[in-house]
């Protein structure tokens, strides 16, 4: 039983906040090393072929060149595909940069040149002159399509979906289309590599795991037991720091070659130089009866990959999960290109595939006549049909229920076209989300220092997400001790193990892990509390005592107490380390998190703009350690969904295999004028299955479903249905 | 010059002379003419409070405030900037007390990853300087040169609403 005063479920401030407004956060590319150098990347210009001449004359002679770094004079690096397969590669065989002379396409990493200032890197970088034999290739998706082949692993179906289909009343089917993405976290990939007297590397990377990069340089470049890589903050990442970028292992050669501290950071257009969100093209076949229960589902991906490496997402399953259908059948396949292998991408396949299928449900709510909600609840289920479990908790229908009422579905007419003020027509739309609820195997150590602070530490991250924060609460409720005596350390890899930051696991995962070792650590306080000569506590087991307001308290008899800082002066500092992994009461489950996406657009005809101007977001995710910056999670995910819906598309120019606009101006994400109201909440839900925590992790779930109540809303605002995204105004007029 | 500057020399353009009030301090520097304000802060002067978003002018995680007014630092060349007063992220509180727009975006959560956060803060600090922060439609126009990628923008537009009256009397108060 949790005290009232338990930082848990608190809205705390989040704990590095002074830092981060104060510019004392220190980002990859922030740390000062005496006489450093600083490398600059020469990109390649053709999509595939192969690198005939690099001359770097021009760019030697620049005062201050210390070295261009080509395929023909970089230090040894391993051959074989395993040393860089890291913990988030696709199958097949990762890129290796400056491997060879090989162009696998466009924009791939060609020359490093390194100098002694950043301004004499850049000028001379533009000066490298490389010849190239070019091959024919090709970038774009939609031309392949007969070349496709099924993606690596299994997609489930179930029941017989042609028979059901062809028997169903009311029969919809239609193609839809999403489009290359990038992450384009504000601060670009950077590592600044700390070369040491002995040969030993300290690299601060941009990352989303420490020690996924640590192994990765020890494997690629034979230096086991010498690399440290420290991630203290990160500017953003959504998924482009789960694999070790290409400027991480440049920076290294450099380093080594040199024996000198070196730094690469990426300009903003080589952002668009490596991982993203992949094309994809879609179709979904929905039969259903005549009141729009469901009674046929087919659910169809293409999504591209490099030709090097097979991507995949779920992007398609969820079709066979979110609702009760007898016959299902998924496919998924993919496309190779002559482009950079793609990357999971924040709600990597729920983004793609729940928008296909909850505009899907849209036009099948419109078919049979009902309203959207109401089909949904009509085909409402707790089990996951792909696995046949029940859900371990599933509270969807509060999420509907609740969110339906707070944006006054009920007064919405069903028809499109009929609410209109002044010039511009509004519109109302939803859509359910869902994402998946993963625990993996985590570290954690808990130190009761002797000044009475408790520090604990694992080698995760915090990219924005909330992890310092959320961790010091679960830390400080376990030991009953305020949250400014804890402090959570992370973002080195010499910490205790844990996986990368990703998936919406990290509470499930490392936060299970320091509530282990807290608990451990409560063992090895009330021993050492019992050693001291006529304790109160002599015979008392954990179950006999409290930790509260930084005391050790019976529960027998509450005069007998005892301060941690007394208890640590006696013993010297108190340390516990603990591992937590998914339990087998798991198996017997399905796990995940769910939302209900109401939204209000206002469109003007004339122009084609939409203004997303409401939008509700009830999100099921369990237990929430801190509503602030869970909160802030989900909202930032709303605002992604809409870029998602009317913004984001990286433009290929399939002449040339090139991205177009790989740039900021360009690439249009969402500034603070294209947000309005948005409102977010979290239903209560209990679960006791999905980790000690009962906790979920809110990092994907907040964009599942976005695009599909914006463009569902679009529709109904304006009877137009456009099922490629993104909705931009030429798509409306 | 260090040997961390050595276009100076051999490329035969001198570096100039450069006097700025930077944060309140008088700085006196050689600048090569090429050197953008903002790399001068994050590589020379160990001010990296102020981000490197697109080096561009498309992102504002860039921005500070010269005479006051807020720019893009990757735009302004540092001798451009000679005589004038440089206010940074690093040059906004008073000692351990935060300006109440930094405490504001603390209280609101106006961010996540913390990376656009100085910029978006200087450029608050500015729009309320200029007289600009005049409702939320206002703020949220005059604020659309900051990118929050984290999308916070929300509590962004919320925490520049309480402390828009506070950093008028704090800009009032320092004048003083």
Same mark, same amino acid.
């Given at each position: 039983?949790?005290?009232?005063?338990?930082?848990?479920?608190?809205?705390?401030? &989040?704990?590095?906040?002074?830092?981060?407004?104060?510019?004392?956060?220190?980002?990859?590319?922030?740390?000062?090393?005496?006489?450093?150098?600083? @490398?600059?990347?020469?990109?390649?210009?053709?999509?595939?072929?192969?690198?005939?001449?690099?001359?770097?004359?021009?760019?030697?002679?620049?005062?201050?060149?210390?070295?261009?770094?080509?395929?023909?004079?970089?230090?040894?690096?391993?051959?074989?595909?395993?040393?860089?397969?890291?913990?988030?590669?696709?199958?097949?065989?990762?890129?290796?940069?400056?491997?060879?002379?090989?162009?696998?396409?466009?924009?791939?990493?060609?020359?490093?040149?390194?100098?002694?200032?950043?301004?004499?890197? %850049?000028?001379?970088?533009?000066?490298?002159?490389?010849?190239?034999?070019?091959?024919?290739?090709?970038?774009?998706?939609?031309?392949?399509?007969?070349?496709?082949?099924?993606?690596?692993?299994?997609?489930?179906?179930?029941?017989?979906?042609?028979?059901?289909?062809?028997?169903?009343?009311?029969?919809?089917?239609?193609?839809?289309?999403?489009?290359?993405?990038?992450?384009?976290?504000?601060?670009?990939?950077?590592?600044?590599?700390?070369?040491?007297?002995?040969?030993?590397?300290?690299?601060?990377?941009?990352?989303?795991?420490?020690?996924?990069?640590?192994?990765?340089?020890?494997?690629?470049?034979?230096?086991?037991?010498?690399?440290?890589?420290?991630?203290?903050?990160?500017?953003?990442?959504?998924?482009?720091?789960?694999?070790?970028?290409?400027?991480?292992?440049?920076? *290294?050669?450099?380093?080594?070659?040199?024996? &000198?501290?070196?730094?690469?950071?990426?300009?903003? =257009?080589?952002?668009?130089?490596?991982?993203?969100?992949?094309?994809?093209?879609?179709?979904?076949?929905?039969?259903?009866?005549?009141?729009?229960?469901?009674?046929?589902?087919?659910?169809?991906?293409?999504?591209?990959?490099? &030709?090097?490496?097979?991507?995949?997402?779920?992007? *398609?399953? /969820?079709?066979?999960?979110?609702?009760?259908?007898?016959?299902?059948?998924?496919?998924?396949?993919?496309?190779?290109?002559?482009?950079?292998? +793609?990357?999971?991408?924040?709600?990597?396949?729920?983004?793609?595939?729940?928008?296909?299928?909850?505009?899907?449900?849209?036009?099948?709510?419109?078919?049979?006549?009902?309203?959207?909600?109401?089909?949904?609840?009509?085909?409402?289920?707790?089990?996951?049909?792909?696995?046949?479990?029940?859900?371990?908790?599933?509270?969807?229908?509060?999420?509907?229920?609740?969110?339906?009422? %707070?944006?006054? /579905?009920?007064?919405?007419?069903?028809?499109?076209?009929?609410?209109?003020?002044?010039?511009?027509?509004?519109? /109302? @739309?939803?859509?359910?989300?869902? $994402?998946?609820?993963? =625990?993996?195997?985590?570290?954690?150590?808990?130190?009761?220092?002797?000044?009475? &602070?408790?520090?604990?530490?694992?080698?995760?991250?915090?990219? @924005?997400?909330?992890?310092?924060?959320?961790?010091?609460?679960?830390?400080?409720?376990?030991?009953?001790?305020?949250?400014?005596?804890?402090?959570?350390?992370?973002?080195?890899?010499?910490?205790?193990?844990?996986?990368?930051?990703? @998936?919406?696991?990290?509470?499930?995962?490392?936060?299970?892990?320091?509530? %282990?070792?807290?608990?451990?650590?409560?063992?090895?306080?009330?021993?050492?509390?019992?050693?001291?000569?006529?304790?109160?506590?002599?015979?008392?087991?954990?179950?006999?005592?409290?930790?509260?307001?930084?005391?050790?308290?019976?529960?027998?008899?509450? =005069?007998?107490? *005892?301060?941690?800082?007394?208890?640590?002066?006696?013993?010297?500092?108190?340390?516990?380390?603990?591992?937590?992994?998914?339990?087998?009461?798991?198996?017997?489950?399905?796990?995940?998190?769910?939302?209900?996406?109401?939204?209000?657009?206002?469109?003007?005809?004339?122009?084609?703009?939409?203004?997303?101007?409401? *939008?509700?977001?009830?999100?099921?995710?369990?237990?929430?350690?801190?509503?602030?910056?869970?909160?802030?999670?989900?909202?930032?995910?709303?605002?992604?969904?809409?870029?998602?819906?009317?913004?984001?598309?990286? /433009?290929?120019?399939?002449?040339?295999?090139?991205?177009?606009?790989?740039?900021?101006?360009?690439?249009?994400?969402?500034?603070?004028?294209?947000?309005?109201?948005?409102?977010?909440?979290?239903?209560?839900?209990?679960?006791?299955?999905?980790?000690?925590?009962?906790?979920?992790?809110?990092?994907?779930?907040?964009?599942?479903?976005?695009?599909?109540?914006?463009?569902?809303?679009?529709?109904?605002?304006?009877?137009?249905?456009?099922?490629?995204?993104?909705?931009?105004?030429?798509? !409306?007029? | 010059?260090?040997?961390?500057?050595?276009?100076?020399?051999?490329?035969?353009?001198?570096?100039?002379?450069?006097?700025?009030?930077?944060?309140?301090?008088?700085?006196?520097?050689?600048?090569? +003419? $090429?050197?953008?304000?903002?790399?001068? !802060?994050?590589?020379?002067?160990?001010?990296?409070?102020?981000?490197?978003?697109?080096?561009?002018?498309?992102?504002?995680?860039?921005?500070?405030?010269?005479?006051?007014?807020?720019?893009?630092?990757?735009?302004?060349?540092?001798?451009?900037?000679?005589?004038?007063?440089?206010?940074?992220?690093?040059?906004?509180?008073?000692?351990?007390?935060?300006?109440?727009?930094?405490?504001?975006?603390?209280?609101?959560?106006?961010?996540?990853?913390?990376?656009?956060?100085?910029?978006?803060?200087?450029?608050?600090?500015?729009?309320?300087?200029?007289?600009?922060?005049?409702?939320?439609?206002?703020? %949220?126009?005059?604020?659309?040169?900051?990118?929050?990628?984290?999308?916070?923008?929300?509590?962004?537009?919320?925490?520049?609403?309480?402390?828009?009256?506070?950093?008028?009397? $704090?800009?009032?108060?320092?004048?003083?």
């Amino acid at each position: 039983m949790t005290p009232s005063t338990s930082p848990m479920g608190q809205p705390l401030d &989040r704990v590095d906040g002074p830092l981060k407004v104060t510019g004392q956060a220190r980002y990859a590319a922030e740390f000062e090393i005496p006489g450093l150098l600083y @490398g600059s990347v020469v990109n390649g210009t053709i999509a595939r072929g192969r690198v005939i001449a690099i001359d770097s004359t021009a760019a030697e002679a620049v005062p201050g060149v210390r070295l261009v770094l080509t395929h023909e004079n970089r230090p040894p690096i391993a051959s074989y595909d395993e040393p860089y397969e890291d913990e988030d590669a696709a199958e097949g065989s990762p890129f290796r940069p400056l491997y060879n002379d090989r162009v696998l396409y466009s924009g791939q990493p060609l020359a490093l040149v390194v100098a002694e200032s950043l301004e004499a890197a %850049r000028h001379a970088a533009s000066l490298v002159r490389i010849e190239y034999e070019a091959e024919p290739h090709q970038t774009d998706l939609a031309l392949v399509r007969d070349h496709a082949h099924p993606a690596p692993g299994e997609v489930p179906s179930r029941g017989h979906f042609e028979d059901a289909y062809r028997g169903a009343a009311l029969q919809v089917e239609h193609q839809y289309g999403t489009p290359i993405e990038h992450h384009n976290p504000m601060e670009p990939h950077a590592s600044t590599v700390h070369y040491q007297p002995g040969g030993e590397l300290l690299i601060h990377d941009k990352t989303q795991g420490v020690q996924n990069c640590m192994q990765y340089v020890e494997k690629v470049f034979g230096l086991q037991g010498k690399v440290r890589v420290c991630a203290p903050f990160v500017g953003g990442a959504f998924g482009s720091g789960l694999r070790p970028q290409y400027q991480l292992p440049l920076a *290294v050669m450099a380093a080594l070659r040199l024996k &000198r501290s070196v730094r690469v950071e990426l300009k903003r =257009q080589q952002m668009f130089t490596f991982g993203y969100r992949p094309r994809t093209l879609q179709r979904l076949a929905i039969g259903a009866s005549p009141n729009g229960q469901l009674e046929a589902l087919f659910h169809g991906s293409l999504g591209q990959t490099s &030709r090097f490496e097979d991507f995949t997402e779920h992007e *398609v399953e /969820w079709s066979g999960a979110l609702y009760a259908c007898d016959n299902v059948k998924l496919e998924y396949e993919l496309g190779s290109l002559d482009v950079y292998t +793609p990357l999971d991408m924040r709600a990597p396949g729920a983004a793609v595939g729940v928008y296909a299928l909850e505009m899907a449900m849209d036009e099948v709510a419109y078919a049979a006549a009902i309203d959207p909600l109401q089909l949904r609840l009509r085909n409402y289920t707790d089990i996951n049909g792909n696995q046949g479990k029940p859900y371990s908790s599933k509270e969807l229908r509060a999420c509907y229920e609740q969110g339906a009422e %707070r944006f006054g /579905w009920s007064r919405r007419p069903l028809e499109p076209r009929s609410l209109r003020e002044g010039r511009e027509l509004i519109g /109302w @739309g939803m859509a359910t989300g869902v $994402w998946e609820a993963m =625990q993996m195997p985590a570290s954690a150590k808990a130190c009761l220092e002797s000044d009475g &602070r408790l520090v604990v530490s694992s080698a995760t991250a915090d990219i @924005g997400t909330g992890t310092y924060t959320a961790m010091t609460q679960i830390a400080a409720d376990a030991l009953g001790l305020p949250v400014d005596k804890v402090e959570f350390r992370l973002g080195d890899s010499a910490l205790p193990k844990a996986p990368l930051e990703g @998936g919406s696991a990290t509470v499930s995962s490392v936060g299970s892990a320091v509530s %282990r070792a807290c608990a451990s650590l409560r063992q090895h306080i009330l021993d050492a509390a019992q050693q001291t000569p006529a304790s109160p506590f002599t015979g008392a087991s954990l179950d006999d005592v409290s930790f509260e307001n930084g005391e050790l308290i019976s529960r027998r008899d509450p =005069q007998a107490r *005892v301060s941690l800082a007394q208890v640590i002066q006696t013993s010297g500092t108190l340390e516990a380390e603990a591992r937590a992994e998914p339990g087998e009461e798991r198996k017997k489950w399905a796990t995940g998190t769910h939302s209900a996406v109401f939204a209000e657009v206002r469109v003007d005809e004339a122009l084609g703009t939409v203004r997303v101007t409401r *939008v509700v977001s009830a999100v099921a995710a369990g237990r929430v350690v801190n509503p602030k910056t869970a909160a802030n999670q989900i909202t930032g995910g709303v605002v992604w969904g809409i870029g998602m819906a009317l913004q984001e598309e990286t /433009w290929t120019d399939h002449r040339l295999g090139r991205f177009m606009n790989h740039n900021l101006a360009e690439y249009h994400v969402p500034v603070n004028a294209d947000v309005h109201d948005i409102e977010v909440f979290f239903v209560e839900e209990e679960d006791s299955v999905v980790n000690d925590l009962g906790s979920k992790g809110v990092g994907e779930i907040g964009i599942v479903g976005v695009a599909a109540a914006i463009a569902n809303a679009i529709y109904h605002a304006t009877g137009k249905r456009v099922r490629d995204l993104p909705i931009t105004p030429d798509k !409306l007029i | 010059m260090s040997a961390r500057h050595p276009c100076t020399g051999g490329g035969g353009i001198a570096a100039r002379p450069v006097t700025l009030e930077l944060n309140g301090q008088h700085r006196s520097l050689d600048v090569e +003419p $090429w050197t953008t304000l903002l790399d001068l !802060l994050r590589e020379r002067l160990g001010l990296t409070g102020t981000k490197k978003g697109c080096d561009h002018g498309q992102c504002g995680a860039c921005t500070v405030l010269v005479d006051g007014k807020r720019i893009n630092a990757c735009l302004a060349l540092a001798v451009m900037c000679d005589g004038k007063r440089v206010t940074t992220i690093e040059g906004l509180a008073r000692g351990d007390q935060l300006h109440p727009m930094q405490a504001a975006f603390v209280s609101h959560d106006a961010f996540q990853c913390g990376y656009c956060t100085p910029g978006q803060i200087c450029s608050a600090v500015g729009l309320v300087a200029e007289g600009r922060a005049q409702g939320r439609d206002d703020i %949220r126009e005059q604020m659309s040169g900051n990118i929050c990628r984290c999308g916070a923008y929300p509590n962004i537009l919320a925490a520049i609403e309480e402390a828009a009256p506070q950093t008028r009397a $704090w800009l009032e108060e320092g004048e003083r």
